[in-house]
């Protein structure tokens, strides 16, 4: 088991920037791909990126890219979203998970935090 704690979501303005993290306990921390997802109101959950166990391979939504930046610290046991250059579109709970392998669909990830709300006000 993988346990997973989200912290540092909150509310801000557009164009503004949040830095999310997300601290893990339990197994081996540094075996498994991280991944985030974000779920908005009445819509299904969604990819943001993924980054494999050595931080060697990140994958990005393209709604994303080149805005949020996916990172981890193996030592600290912890993942995190840089969200820069925030739009209202991206407000969500945002979720981290953890995978075997790199995955970009959510039923593949094994373990899931509770998630943090972000809120981007116009």
């Known amino acids: 088991q993988v346990q997973l704690v989200e912290s540092g979501g909150g509310l801000v303005q557009a164009g503004g920037s949040l830095r999310l993290s997300c601290a893990a306990s339990g197994r081996t921390f540094s075996g498994y791909a991280m991944g985030w997802f974000r779920q908005a109101p009445g819509k299904e959950r969604e990819f943001v990126a993924t980054i494999s166990w050595n931080g060697g391979t990140i994958y990005y939504e393209d709604s994303v890219e080149g805005r949020f930046t996916i990172s981890r610290d193996n030592a600290k046991n912890t993942v995190y979203l840089q969200m820069n250059s925030l739009k209202p579109e991206d407000t969500a709970v945002y979720y981290c998970?953890?995978?075997?392998?790199?995955?970009?669909?959510?039923?593949?990830?094994?373990?899931w935090g509770q998630g943090t709300q972000v809120t981007v006000s116009s």
């Open positions: 998970a953890a995978a075997e392998d790199l995955f970009v669909v959510s039923k593949d990830y094994d373990f």
